[in-house]
Nanobody, 123 residues
C-alpha cells in the first residue's frame, strides 16, 4: 500500500521560510517524478514544482527564485524549501507522485497523493 505523508507546514510571517517534507512508502521512490501542488480556498489545485527521476526541476513563475524542490532518494523523501513567503502562498500543499513524463503540472497526471499540509503566511 502506497503512503504519502507531508509535514512541515505552519503559520509564518511574510518574508519568512518553511521547509516542507514528503515521505513516501510502498513504491520505488527512485522511479517516480515527484511534485508539489497547492490549493487555496475557492481555487483550483495548481502545480508549484516538480522534480524528475533525473533530478530535472521546474518551478512555476510565481515561486521561481523563492522555492526550491529537491529529493533524497535513499530516504524516500521530497522537500520544498520555501523562502521569502508571501500571503498569496497561503494554501494547502500536497505532494504527488507519477511515472508519467508529460503534463507534469496537471493534477490528473499524478497517481498518488498525500493528505496535505497547511501553509499560512500572515501579512
Amino acid at each position: 500500500q502506497v503512503q504519502v505523508v507531508e509535514s512541515g507546514g505552519g503559520l509564518v510571517q511574510a518574508g519568512g521560510s518553511l521547509r516542507l517534507s514528503c515521505t513516501v512508502s510502498g513504491l520505488t521512490f527512485d522511479d517516480y517524478t515527484m511534485a508539489w501542488f497547492r490549493q487555496a480556498p475557492g481555487k483550483e489545485r495548481e502545480g508549484v514544482s516538480w522534480i524528475t527521476r533525473g533530478r530535472n526541476t521546474y518551478h512555476v513563475d510565481s515561486v521561481k527564485g523563492r522555492f526550491t524542490i529537491s529529493r533524497d532518494n535513499p530516504k524516500n523523501t521530497l522537500y520544498l524549501q520555501m523562502n521569502s513567503l508571501k500571503p498569496e502562498d497561503t494554501a494547502m500543499y500536497y505532494c504527488a507522485a507519477t511515472q508519467n513524463t508529460w503534463g507534469l503540472l496537471w493534477a490528473r497526471t499524478y497517481k498518488y497523493w498525500g493528505q496535505g499540509t497547511q501553509v499560512t503566511v500572515s501579512s
